[in-house]
């Protein structure tokens, strides 16, 4: 595939393709979603390599991807796995971060749960307002966001399940 074609099916800057594979661009979260989408593959396939039988995975080890100016951190915990059709995040949201996602392929979910602090999930134009306990289930190939609503860092779990489109 061209640079050209990869620009035209993902909608990022044919420069800025080139400057991430050449290594010298890192891209942010939003640019990776539209990589991921455009090639229809998971998000994490494009930022881990392999998925082993079974393994513990020390928090040190996860290399964290950041927006907002680091107030929204994505932790990629286990990458997708095509027999699991799941991958999972670790998310923290810290005071007046936030994060807009363009929607995923067709029949995606995510089921996403609040350890601490106050959130808010937006999707496809509702607005719900979960605290410290709640959980949430989403169709996520809408337009949907996450904001910290609240004083206090949000500490939260997402798992994004790519189902039957």
Do not use: C
């Amino acid at each position: 595939m061209t640079l050209d074609a990869a620009a035209a099916a993902t909608g990022v800057s044919r420069s800025m393709l080139s400057q991430i594979e050449r290594g010298d661009a890192n891209p942010t979260i939003t640019v990776l979603w539209k990589i991921a989408n455009g090639f229809k593959v998971s998000f994490t396939a494009l930022t881990e390599t392999s998925l082993e039988d079974a393994a513990v995975i020390p928090a040190e080890s996860v290399h964290p991807v950041t927006e907002a100016d680091g107030l929204y951190i994505n932790y990629p915990v286990f990458p997708f796995d095509e027999k699991r059709l799941f991958e999972m995040y670790r998310i923290v949201i810290k005071p007046g971060g936030k994060l807009d996602a363009q929607p995923h392929i067709a029949g995606t979910e995510e089921y996403i749960t609040v350890f601490e602090g106050e959130a808010q999930i937006m999707a496809d134009g509702k607005v719900y307002q979960l605290k410290a306990g709640d959980s949430i289930r989403f169709r996520s190939d809408v337009i949907h966001g996450y904001k910290n609503t609240g004083s206090e860092t949000v500490q939260m779990s997402m798992l994004i399940y790519y189902g039957e489109s």
